[in-house]
């Protein structure tokens, strides 16, 4: 049974992302029929940077429902399930997963995290049990199917011995809303290490796609200017609330 490494292609996304929500944006403050600002965009009437500032000041705002016009598909690869069921915690999405219910596990990948890779005793008890648990799995498979449930009904009963190490496949959509708040709570070094890579590698996909909606996408820091997360737990990458909060109440004379 194989160990694995995490994968994220991108399928597909809405064609030309910063023309549509600079459309639907100017929609919201212009007396037009966006229909007709299309036509003119498509021409290429309306520069990209101009488009590009646009949109940037309105978010800048905090007007963003905009942008829910836009989404990304992604199929992710080689990840465990408990990176699975953290991800389907984001509501706002559309997920295709991988069954254990249909898909034989009997020589399932499995997920390593780092610190276990990094301990040479660790990592040769993690791979003993993960071949133990191929090793139930099978004989379990087995069992059912000689006692008369055949197919999936044995593989769905068979398994839940499997770890949450079992690497899975997803397919998931996300509009760029939904995008942007995964990415400010997945991408903060806060975030577990297997979901935060995985948000790394979809946030650089859609800044390929379309940098000016991501500019400023990340850990929630980046759009704040300063760590939310509290002194027991900020990284140090920006300052604190409220060491800012102290630094502009401190007199000038001082």
């Given at each position: 049974?194989?160990?694995?490494?995490?994968?994220?292609?991108?399928?597909?996304?809405?064609?030309?992302?910063?023309?549509?929500?600079?459309?639907?944006?100017r929609?919201?403050?212009?007396?037009?029929?966006?229909?007709?600002?299309?036509?003119?965009?498509?021409?290429?009437?309306?520069?990209?940077?101009?488009?590009?500032?646009?949109?940037?000041?309105?978010?800048?705002?905090?007007?963003?429902?905009?942008?829910?016009?836009?989404?990304?598909?992604?199929?992710?690869?080689?990840?465990?399930?408990?990176?699975?069921?953290?991800?389907?915690?984001?509501r706002?999405?559309?997920?295709?997963?991988?069954?254990?219910?249909?898909?034989?596990?009997?020589?399932?990948?499995?997920?390593?995290?780092?610190?276990?890779?990094?301990?040479?005793?660790?990592?040769?008890?993690?791979?003993?049990?993960?071949?133990e648990?191929g090793?139930?799995?099978?004989?379990?498979?087995?069992?059912?199917?000689?006692?008369?449930?055949?197919?999936?009904?044995?593989?769905?009963?068979?398994?839940?011995?499997?770890?949450?190490?079992?690497?899975?496949?997803?397919?998931?959509?996300?509009?760029?809303?939904?995008?942007?708040?995964?990415?400010?709570?997945?991408?903060?070094?806060?975030?577990?290490?297997?979901?935060?890579?995985?948000?790394?590698?979809?946030?650089?996909?859609?800044?390929?796609?379309?940098?000016e909606?991501?500019?400023?996408?990340?850990?929630?820091?980046?759009?704040?200017?300063?760590?939310?997360?509290?002194?027991?737990?900020?990284?140090?990458?920006?300052?604190?609330?409220?060491?800012?909060?102290?630094?502009?109440?401190?007199?000038?004379?001082?």
């Amino acid at each position: 049974m194989p160990a694995v490494q995490p994968r994220v292609e991108l399928l597909a996304h809405t064609p030309d992302p910063l023309a549509l929500v600079y459309a639907a944006f100017r929609q919201c403050y212009h007396a037009g029929f966006a229909g007709d600002l299309r036509a003119r965009l498509a021409r290429g009437e309306i520069p990209r940077e101009e488009q590009a500032a646009f949109v940037a000041s309105v978010l800048a705002s905090g007007h963003a429902s905009p942008v829910e016009h836009v989404s990304f598909t992604f199929a992710i690869g080689g990840v465990s399930r408990a990176l699975t069921h953290q991800l389907v915690r984001h509501r706002i999405a559309s997920y295709s997963q991988q069954s254990q219910r249909y898909v034989d596990g009997s020589n399932f990948g499995y997920v390593v995290p780092p610190a276990i890779a990094a301990d040479q005793k660790a990592a040769a008890r993690f791979h003993a049990v993960m071949e133990e648990i191929g090793a139930a799995y099978r004989e379990l498979k087995g069992l059912l199917e000689a006692s008369g449930r055949a197919g999936s009904k044995a593989k769905e009963d068979a398994r839940f011995v499997l770890p949450q190490a079992a690497a899975s496949n997803i397919v998931v959509t996300m509009n760029v809303r939904s995008l942007l708040h995964f990415f400010e709570e997945r991408c903060c070094s806060r975030a577990q290490w297997e979901i935060r890579r995985v948000a790394d590698l979809m946030l650089a996909a859609c800044r390929d796609v379309a940098p000016e909606l991501f500019a400023v996408a990340g850990a929630k820091c980046r759009r704040l200017g300063y760590c939310p997360e509290g002194s027991a737990f900020t990284c140090g990458r920006f300052p604190l609330r409220q060491d800012l909060k102290n630094a502009e109440e401190k007199p000038a004379y001082e």
